[in-house]
């Protein structure tokens, strides 16, 4: 194993013990044994409506869940799961079923006896949360994992005499207050919070589990991921298979791109043996996003996929993967160093360019005014290939042309060269400022020169306006591109980087699945002083017909969008779902289950009307205060059902006015926000 996965520079799916659920295998055990990447989803009805339950889960199943998982908050619902089943195998659907249990043991070992799997929340399983910060003494300490012990045996014996596998779902906003008192709420704290859980069914020798560490933030969720592979295998020499989810990713475009960011980074790895996108959407719309999201590693083997350096173990990683450091860089103009990374718009696509074609990248031109408005996801550059404009410009927005036509260019302040290797080593002149040029993170002979190159020049004067443009066409981009950032810091290459993605997908879903994997995966680790996301010609030909973007869901997110909008809006959306540049307000909102007190997906899209100028508010709206409060993790405010019709209002992890009518709890909240000078009133 290479530090938390089988290899840095190539993908191979991490070697993890085969589990049984129901007749559904998992994992990859070796000896020419792996199982496919299961897809899954859970019911958002009542537990108690047998007909409804039955009726959504035949929609996932028909949609190609592999497993459904229905919520069991107390045993009246868990002994209707019997219910459940045997109406689902009484018309011929046999798809293992999955309790999710949070608090009540007695449910757990209820459902244990009927369903194929149970999930265990181990903050709250026995274990406890009232946002307390208790210190805890060794010897208090040992006490609880003594009272866990006792507690959660009962259970795992259940689950050995039945055959029944089981998930220790740790989710980083349900740390229980011992965890909390000892490791914060850490990606070390979700992870020690599963291996205690771990550690007692190993003593009774039961190893049907699968392990997860949900987090909304994809970046804590992937550092607690790639941690706990890490120290499972350190600790016992193997590992679990993973069930990867982000937690309450929202909905539409952000929550795919939150998923995919989250659990693409993690496949890139090799990490993952079954996936759930939560989504607040129908339940069935998540697969067609999970099976995307998998197909992508279809491909699968060594085999076919290209390397920058041979695999082999690498003497040393000069970053940390289990935590977030940005790469250390100097900066050019806005780029690089203290400067949120910044986002290139590729217009090269579009023959003559106008004032409108810039409203696709943030700037509208105001004839009446003669001023330009300046949204909070604007493009800083734009890419024209060859053309110069013959407008002027908004005074934040600057231009890359090649090298020829910047030559002609008049106006040496707005327009910048992009070189490659061979144009730059030739070139006459070049910008006294900021440069920027091309570097193949390919396999062949021009990326070896272009490392050459590297070599050669980073060391000049000349060199300190340089900012490098990593690309790859590999299949494997991602590790490629991450290989080339490995040598940069190993030979003290200080420039900062744009990273450069294109797409030849085909449906929308695909497209923002790709450039997040992508882009996504390297920005967590810290890599990437900019992105410039571009389509390949069939790839925007297809996305300017409008019929063409109607994804695989039969939702349509393009709707008014040109191409190089839905470019933009998903550069920005990316940076904002890896926190690395806030531009809009986040939401954090749970995908919605059978304890869900209203309308989540009306709510949710009524707050966003309302809140959604708040550039770099989190709101969090969430079904239930009995998972709720835990659950919204790092939001600044929240929205939480407390009883029909009623809504809780959080500020963080404190009640701010409890028990309001549902009617007028969105004015209340705006209320909350105004008190909290959060507001701003909106511009129209
Ligand atoms: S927070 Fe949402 S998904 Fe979680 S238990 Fe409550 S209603 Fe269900």
Redesign the pocket.
């Known amino acids: 194993m290479q530090f938390y996965c089988e290899s840095i520079t190539s993908y191979r799916r991490l070697r993890t013990r085969e589990v049984k659920i129901g007749d559904l295998l998992l994992g990859n055990p070796g000896n020419g044994v792996i199982h496919p990447v299961r897809l899954q989803t859970m019911t958002t009805t009542d537990t108690m409506d047998t007909m409804a339950t039955v009726e959504q889960s035949i929609r996932c199943i028909e949609a190609g869940s592999e497993l459904v998982r229905i919520?069991a908050?107390s045993k009246r619902e868990a002994e209707n799961l019997l219910n459940i089943k045997n109406e689902l195998r009484r018309r011929g659907y046999h798809t293992p079923l999955v309790a999710d249990i949070?608090f009540t043991p007695n449910a757990a070992e209820i459902a244990a006896r009927i369903v194929e799997k149970v999930r265990v929340n181990p903050g709250n399983y026995v274990d406890k949360k009232k946002f307390e910060l208790i210190e805890y003494s060794d010897a208090d300490y040992a006490e609880e994992i003594d009272r866990i012990r006792e507690r959660f045996t009962p259970l795992i014996k259940i689950c050995k005499e039945y055959g029944t596998a089981m998930r220790i779902g740790t989710n980083h906003g349900s740390l229980s207050d011992r965890i909390m008192s000892r490791y914060g709420d850490t990606p070390m704290g979700m992870v020690e919070s599963a291996m205690e859980f771990l550690r007692i069914a190993r003593d009774e020798s039961y190893h049907n589990i699968v392990l997860s560490m949900k987090a909304s933030n994809p970046q804590v969720m992937v550092q607690a991921y790639r941690l706990l592979v890490k120290i499972m295998f350190d600790e016992f020499g193997e590992c679990y298979p993973l069930h990867l989810g982000v937690t309450e990713a929202g909905d539409g475009e952000d929550g795919r791109i939150k998923s995919a960011i989250g659990i693409g980074t993690l496949m890139e790895d090799g990490l993952g043996d079954t996936i759930r996108v939560s989504l607040t959407e129908d339940p069935e719309l998540e697969i067609p996003v999970c099976r995307d999201i998998v197909k992508r590693y279809a491909r699968g083997h060594p085999a076919g996929i290209n390397v920058v350096q041979p695999a082999g173990e690498l003497p040393r990683l000069p970053y940390s993967p289990f935590e977030y450091k940005r790469r250390d860089t100097f900066a050019i103009d806005n780029i690089g160093n203290r400067h949120v990374p910044v986002v290139i718009a590729d217009l090269s696509k579009l023959k003559k360019i106008s004032h409108a074609d810039l409203i696709s990248v943030g700037y509208t031109y105001d004839e009446a005014t003669d001023k330009w408005n300046i949204s909070d996801a604007a493009a800083d550059f734009i890419f024209t290939a060859d053309q110069l404009l013959d407008f002027p410009l908004p005074g934040t927005l600057k231009v890359l042309v090649y090298p020829d036509t910047w030559q002609n260019a008049a106006d040496k302040k707005k327009y910048f060269p992009l070189f490659d290797r061979t144009t730059y080593s030739l070139a006459k002149e070049r910008s006294a400022e900021l440069n920027f040029v091309m570097i193949d993170c390919g396999a062949g002979s021009q990326h070896l020169l272009d490392l050459a190159f590297l070599d050669v020049y980073a060391t000049s004067e000349d060199f300190k306006t340089v900012v490098l443009c990593l690309s790859s066409k590999n299949r494997n981009a991602m590790q490629s591109m991450r290989q080339v950032f490995i040598r940069l810091m190993e030979k003290n290459i200080r420039n900062p980087v744009v990273l450069i993605t294109d797409s030849g997908n085909n449906t929308i879903d695909e497209h923002l699945i790709h450039f997040a994997t992508e882009t996504g995966a390297l920005l967590l680790d810290g890599f990437g002083d900019g992105i410039c996301l571009g389509m390949t010609a069939a790839a925007y030909a297809s996305v300017n017909d409008r019929q063409a973007s109607v994804n695989a869901s039969g939702r349509n997110y393009l709707q008014n969008q040109t191409p190089e909008q839905f470019i933009n809006n998903t550069a920005f959306s990316i940076l904002q779902a890896t926190r690395t540049r806030i531009s809009k307000t986040e939401y954090i909102s749970?995908?919605?289950?059978?304890?869900?007190?209203f309308d989540?997906q009306e709510t949710t899209a009524r707050i966003r009307a309302v809140t959604n100028h708040l550039k770099g508010v989190k709101i969090a709206i969430?079904?239930?205060i009995?998972?709720?409060p835990g659950?919204m993790a790092d939001a600044d405010f929240g929205y939480v059902?407390s009883g029909p019709g009623k809504i809780t209002l959080y500020k963080g992890k404190e009640i701010m006015k409890r028990n309001v009518n549902s009617d007028i709890a969105v004015d209340e909240l705006i209320n909350l926000l105004k008190e909290n000078q959060a507001w701003v009133e909106p511009i129209n």
Do not use: D
């Open positions: 919520t908050p949070h749970c995908p919605s289950c059978g304890r869900t007190l989540l969430m079904g239930c009995v998972n709720g659950e059902g």
